[in-house]
């Protein structure tokens, strides 16, 4: 099913890769969650933008990032505190929410909360994470490894759907070629379309410079809106930014991420592509 998200609707659905007729649809929020006002605000903001637009929206922020370089690095507010900020965001808000999970003990933990359940990209291939969150009954996102081919993503779906998930999307964010840089191949989109999942484009992680700052990732914002604009136009159903109101002072992937203040312009971009096609 389409996951079209107006007020009180009940659909916890992704994107159905047969239905033609659908906009584009937003996955964004901050990379994690650093306080409850900060992330309050920026949902609001997004939610503003969002329905000035008639963008579909699903608020994403991480109550705990377990893959940062540094053991200093700042990884949120944990599990429980992390889902209870997002529990208050999806009820006064009237928001979709999602966020990823590390642990298969995870899954059952943040169920009655989330929406989607995303896997993380360093963890697209753990069997064990993929089928807890599978069995949930929540759609999933699973994000594509950097370290992966398009046409592998069949084994990571073929796991999901085994274990009774048929509302998939996987993440395109770009393939490692060492020395702290990533490469998007466009030809991604369909190639895992074409295996009956959708396919949501991070335009944000793609221009990550994984480990690039030494003990923590640097990344080129700069590049984010020009690979989100050739995303659309290669037909993705969805797209992934993280944003912030102050990139420069965001305590995980700042350098990355773009300005709140741009996404206006950014998605109205994107939208009038979409329509084009």
Do not use: W
């Not at 993440?171 to 009956?196: C, K």
């Not at 410079?209 to 050739?230: D, I, K, V």
Request: aromatic fraction near 6%.
């Amino acid at each position: 099913m389409y996951p079209y998200f107006p007020a009180n609707q009940e659909n916890n659905s992704i994107l159905s890769p047969d239905n033609e007729e659908h906009p584009l649809f937003l996955i964004s929020g901050p990379c994690v969650i650093e306080d409850d006002l900060t992330t309050f605000n920026i949902a609001s903001r997004l939610k503003q933008i969002a329905s000035k637009l008639n963008i579909p929206l699903v608020f994403k922020a991480s109550f705990d990032k377990a893959n940062r370089s540094s053991i200093d690095s700042f990884r949120g507010p944990g599990l429980e505190k992390g889902i209870a900020i997002l529990k208050h965001i999806k009820e006064s808000l009237n928001l979709k929410i999602i966020s990823d999970i590390h642990y298969p003990e995870q899954a059952v933990q943040v169920a009655d909360v989330l929406d989607i359940i995303q896997i993380p990209a360093f963890l697209c291939r753990q069997t064990d994470l993929i089928c807890a969150a599978a069995r949930t009954g929540k759609p999933l996102n699973i994000k594509k490894g950097q370290f992966l081919s398009p046409f592998e993503c069949s084994n990571i779906i073929q796991k999901a759907r085994t274990c009774g998930c048929s509302d998939i999307s996987i993440t395109e964010r770009g393939s490692t070629f060492g020395y702290n840089n990533l490469v998007v191949d466009f030809r991604s989109i369909q190639i895992i379309q074409e295996m009956g999942v959708s396919v949501i484009f991070d335009a944000t992680h793609s221009v990550q410079l994984p480990g690039g700052a030494g003990t923590a990732s640097s990344g080129e914002s700069r590049f984010a809106p020009c690979l989100a604009r050739a995303a659309v136009a290669a037909g993705a159903d969805g797209i992934f930014i993280e944003t912030h109101p102050d990139p420069s002072k965001a305590l995980c992937d700042g350098s990355n991420s773009i300005l709140l203040d741009s996404m206006p312009s950014l998605l109205s971009k994107l939208v009038k592509i979409r329509e084009a096609l």
